[in-house]
C-alpha cells in the first residue's frame, strides 16, 4: 500500500459495511458496544446513503452523518467513509431520465434497485462529484474518517451502457486510441471483413445486439473502453476528495470473481491509495479455498504488498440460486488466508443483518438472531484472532512463481466465434493455481509485461492474446534461464485480435519448439486418453491440436482420437530455460504431477516440504520477522516443524506446533528468512 497516505488505522483492521441509516438511533448505541465486543476497529459508512445526504438536488442533510461520525469517535472506531454515488436517489432520476442506462437490446432500465446508472451521464457525473465534494469538504478533518470509500464495487451491474451518450463516449475513447485516424481504426477491427469498413467516426456504434456475430476488435475494443469510462468516475471522484483532504488514503472495492470481468484492474490499481477487494464463496464451488486463495493473491500481486479484504460473508450470501451457509471454523479459515496472503484489514458484508430491502436475507457480523449465535461467537473470535496479528501488518509473501494474468486475454479469450466456446480464462488458470495452493508454493500473479527476473518459473495457462512486447518479455525469460510453461490455445493473436499466422501457438511457436496447423477443440463430452510420461489412466478434455515438435521434446501423447501419437504435452530447451507447453487440459491429477515436475526442475520449493494434505500453508515476510499461515482444510489437525510463538495462542513452540482441527495456527518464526530464501 502506497506510504504517500498510509493508513492510520493500527493492526490488522477489523469491521464490516455499516448502515446505521437503516436502524433507528437507539440501536446505535447497542452497535457501538457489540463492535467493541468483537473488537472492530474501522466500519465502511454510507456506502448506499445518498437518498438521506441529499434529499434533494443540492439541498444537503448531514446530521445524521455527523452524529455517526461522532459516536465512531467516542467508542475509538474509524470510518471508511463511502462516497454514496453507486446508488443514486429517485429525485436525480426524474430530473435526469437521460442517466438511466441503455442494455444492448436497446431497452432502457429503470430506477428502483442502485448502481443502475449511464457511467458516460454528465448529469450523473456531476451529481456524483458534488455530494463527493461536499462529503470530502464536511469531513476531512473529522478525526474518525480514515479512509474514502469510492463509490461500490465499479462495474458491478452497470459495466456497459449502450445509449447515445456512451455512444459518443466511445467515439471519444477510440479517436484517442487511434490517434484520430479512421484508417488506423478500420484497419485495427479489420473492417473489410463483412462490409464494417467505417467512413466517418460517428458511424460508430457500440457493440448493440446484431442479427449475426458482431466484429471482435469492435467488441475488445469496447470492454477496454468500459474499464476506461468506469475508471475515470472513481478517478475523478479521487481527485476531488484528495483536495479537499490531501491525508486521507482512498480506495475503492475490487471484486475479483469468476462471474465478474468488467475491469482491467491492473490499469486501476495504481490509481488507488490501497487496494481493496470484495470476495464471496460460490455455493456450489466444491473447492471454495483455492478461490479466496486465488482472489487474494491477485489483490497482492496488483497491490505490490499490503491491501484490504473489503467485504467476504460470515454466513450466506443471498444472490446465488442457493445461497449455503459456511461450515463451521469456514469464515475464520477465509478471513485468516486473506490474511496470510497479504491482507491487512478483514471486513464484511455487513455489520448488522437487515430487516427490509433486497438483501435480508444475506448473512451479517450481528445476524437476525442476535448474539446468541454461532455466528456472533465466531465473529468475536475472529476480532480477537486479528488483534493477536497485529504485528504481521506490513509484511508480504515472497513468491518464485509467477502465473500471467491479463484482462485483454481474458475479454478475446471469451468472445463469441471462437473454436470453442467453453473456455473460461478463470477456470483455466485455477486449474494451475490448484496444484500449486495444494503444495504451498507461492504465487504472485503478473501482467504478461512485468519484470520477470525475482521468478524462477513463470505460468501461462491461458494467454490467447498477447501483445508483442509481452510475447518478448515471456520469451526472453526463458531464454535467460527462466522455466516457462504456456498453456494451449495461447499466444493466438496480438492485441487487434488479428490472427498470428504460421502455426500456432503463433507467439509462442519459437520458444516452444513446436508448431501445430489445426486446432481440434473437443465436445463437452468428450475425453481423452493422454500416454507418454504420465500417470496410467491420464486423460484429457476440452482441447487438442495437431504438433509436429520443431525442437521440443513430447512428454505426454494422445492416446486415442483423431491425434492420436500426436504430442499433447511437450519441453523445450531454449536458451539456458526451459519452456513447457501443455497443448490440452489435463485431468486434475494428471496436472498435478507435471506442475510438480515442472517446479522440481524450476527448483521452485514449497513453503513446507511434506506438508499434510489439505493443510494451507503461506508465509508472510517482514523486515522483523517472519510469519508462518497454517490453516486445517482436511478437519484432522496437523502437526507441524516449526521455532517461535504461536500468535493466537500465544503459546511458544518449540520444534512443532499443532494446528487444531479445521483451526489456524500462526507461527511468528525464530529464524527469520530473509526477503528471499537464496539472496
Ligand atoms: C457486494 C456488494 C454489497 C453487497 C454484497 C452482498 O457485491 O458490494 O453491497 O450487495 O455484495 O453479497
Ligand atoms: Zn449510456
Not at 442494455?103 to 434497485?113: A, F
Not at 485468516?336 to 436475507?361: H, K, M, P, T, Y
Request: aromatic share 10%; net charge negative.
Amino acid at each position: 500500500m502506497s506510504s504517500v497516505r498510509p493508513l492510520r488505522v493500527p493492526g490488522i483492521t477489523y469491521g464490516g459495511d455499516y448502515n446505521p441509516e437503516q436502524w433507528p438511533e437507539e440501536v446505535w448505541a447497542e452497535d457501538m458496544r457489540l463492535m467493541r465486543e468483537a473488537g472492530v476497529t474501522m466500519v465502511n459508512l454510507g456506502i448506499f446513503a445518498w437518498a438521506l445526504l441529499e434529499p434533494s438536488e443540492g439541498v444537503y442533510d448531514f446530521a445524521r452523518m455527523d452524529r455517526i461520525l461522532d459516536l465512531l469517535q467516542a467508542n475509538g472506531i474509524a470510518a471508511d467513509l463511502a462516497t454514496p454515488t453507486a446508488a443514486p436517489p429517485a429525485w436525480f432520476f426524474r430530473a435526469h431520465p437521460e442517466a438511466l442506462p441503455v442494455d444492448k437490446d436497446g431497452r432502457s432500465l429503470w430506477y428502483g434497485s442502485r448502481q443502475t446508472f449511464c457511467p458516460s451521464s454528465p448529469a450523473y457525473r456531476r451529481a456524483a462529484l458534488s455530494i463527493a465534494r461536499m462529503l470530502g469538504e464536511r469531513y476531512a478533518e473529522h478525526p474518525a474518517v480514515a479512509m474514502w470509500h469510492i463509490h461500490n464495487e465499479y462495474g458491478c451491474h452497470n459495466a456497459a451502457c449502450y445509449c447515445d451518450t456512451s455512444a459518443s463516449a466511445f467515439r471519444h475513447w477510440l479517436r484517442d486510441r487511434y490517434g484520430d485516424d479512421l484508417a488506423a481504426l478500420n484497419h485495427a477491427w479489420g473492417t473489410t471483413f463483412w462490409s464494417q469498413w467505417y467512413y466517418d467516426w460517428e458511424e460508430i456504434l457500440p457493440p448493440r445486439a446484431t442479427g449475426a456475430p458482431p466484429n471482435p476488435t469492435h467488441q475488445l475494443d469496447w470492454r477496454r473502453f468500459c474499464s476506461d469510462e468506469l475508471l475515470s468516475l472513481c478517478t475523478a471522484e479521487r481527485d476531488v476528495l484528495r483536495q479537499a483532504a490531501p491525508h486521507i488514503p482512498a480506495t475503492t472495492n475490487f471484486m475479483v470473481m469468476r462471474t465478474f470481468d468488467a475491469l482491467d484492474y491492473w490499469r486501476w490499481a495504481p490509481e488507488l491509495d490501497i487496494v481493496s477487494n470484495d470476495h464471496y464463496l460460490m455455493s456450489d464451488d466444491p473447492e471454495s479455498d483455492v478461490d479466496v486463495a486465488l482472489s487474494a493473491d491477485l489483490m497482492r500481486s496488483l497491490a505490490g504488498g499490503p491491501w484490504l479484504l473489503m467485504e467476504h460473508s460470515t454466513g450466506a450470501v443471498n444472490w446465488q440460486p442457493v445461497n449455503r451457509a459456511k461450515h463451521p471454523g469456514e469464515m475464520r479459515r477465509n478471513a485468516l488466508a486473506n490474511v496470510a496472503r497479504g491482507a491487512d484489514g478483514i471486513s464484511f458484508f455487513q455489520w448488522r443483518a437487515a430487516i427490509a430491502g433486497a438483501e435480508q436475507w444475506h448473512s451479517a457480523m450481528l445476524p437476525h438472531a442476535g448474539t446468541d449465535s454461532p455466528i456472533w461467537q465466531d465473529v468475536v473470535q475472529l476480532g480477537a484472532d486479528l488483534k493477536a496479528l497485529a504485528e504481521v501488518r506490513g509484511s508480504t509473501v515472497a513468491a518464485r512463481v509467477a502465473i500471467v494474468w491479463d484482462w485483454d486475454a481474458r475479454w478475446a479469450l471469451e468472445l463469441p466465434s471462437q473454436p470453442s466456446g467453453e473456455l473460461r480464462f478463470q477456470d483455466l488458470v485455477r486449474d494451475w493455481y490448484t496444484p500449486l495452493w495444494r503444495a504451498g508454493i507461492a504465487v504472485d500473479f503478473v501482467r504478461p509485461d512485468a519484470d520477470l527476473d525475482r521468478y524462477r518459473l513463470v505460468l501461462a495457462p491461458s494467454l490467447y492474446l498477447v501483445n508483442d512486447a509481452g510475447a518478448a518479455n515471456l520469451e526472453a525469460f526463458a531464454e535467460r534461464g527462466g522455466t516457462l510453461a504456456v498453456g494451449f490455445h495461447s499466444g493466438a493473436v496480438d492485441e487487434n485480435c488479428h490472427i498470428r499466422p504460421g502455426g500456432y501457438p503463433a507467439a509462442f511457436r519459437d520458444i516452444l519448439g513446436v508448431r501445430a496447423d489445426e486446432l481440434f477443440p473437443l465436445l463437452p463430452s468428450q475425453t481423452l486418453q493422454l500416454t507418454g510420461q504420465v500417470r496410467t489412466g491420464a486423460t484429457a478434455t476440452q482441447w487438442s491440436e495437431r504438433i509436429k515438435l520443431a525442437g521440443a521434446e513430447a512428454v505426454a501423447y494422445f492416446a486415442d482420437g483423431p491425434l492420436a501419437g500426436g504430442p499433447a504435452v511437450t519441453r523445450h530447451a531454449p536458451g539456458s530455460g526451459i519452456a513447457w507447453y501443455l497443448a490440452t487440459r489435463p485431468d486434475p491429477v494428471t496436472l498435478a504431477a507435471l506442475m510438480d515436475r515442472i517446479c522440481e526442475e524450476a527448483d521452485v520449493q514449497p513453503v513446507l516440504v511434506d506438508a499434510p494434505s489439505g493443510l494451507e500453508v503461506v508465509r508472510r515476510t517482514g523486515t522483523d520477522a517472519d510469519y508462518l499461515f497454517l490453516i486445517d482444510h482436511a478437519g484432522a489437525g496437523a502437526k507441524v516443524v516449526a521455532d517461535g510463538i504461536e500468535l493466537l495462542t500465544g503459546h511458544a513452540v518449540h520444534g512443532a506446533v499443532t494446528v487444531p482441527a479445521g483451526g489456524v495456527a500462526v507461527v511468528r518464526e525464530s529464524h527469520s528468512r530473509g526477503f528471499l530464501d537464496d539472496v
